[in-house]
């Protein structure tokens, strides 16, 4: 069915980077298109930065020229380099393809400290 494990979390102050990644198994990880979201405390999740199986990538408005996702489909695994955060992007960060099947992972936190 699938099954999605995050990592590279943790406590940032603004202005600082992370790397979150997402190591994938269970599907055919080439063939998915994929996607980070987030969920902050007391708000629905939100789509952050979608990947096709070819590299094309969109974001959202709020992380566009700060976030960029990225695929190694030799590890199974998606990243999503985050520049220059801000404490509004504060949340439980989950990655998951785009089939309705797959469950979502446990997720990721990442805090940003002003």
């Known amino acids: 069915q699938g099954q999605m494990v995050e990592s590279g979390g943790g406590l940032v102050q603004a202005g600082g980077s992370l790397r979150l990644s997402c190591s994938a198994s269970?599907?055919?990880?080439?063939?998915?298109?994929m996607g980070w979201y987030r969920q902050a405390h007391g708000k629905e999740r939100e789509s952050v930065a979608i990947?096709?199986?070819?590299?094309?990538?969109n974001y959202a408005d709020s992380v566009k020229g700060r976030f960029t996702i990225s695929r190694d489909d030799a590890k199974n695994t998606l990243y999503l380099q985050m520049n220059n955060v801000k404490p509004e992007d504060t949340a439980v960060y989950y990655c998951k393809p785009r089939d309705p099947r797959v469950a979502w992972g446990q997720g990721t936190q990442v805090t940003v400290s002003s």
């Open positions: 269970g599907i055919v990880f080439r063939l998915n298109v």
């Open positions: 990947i096709t199986p070819v590299g094309s990538a």
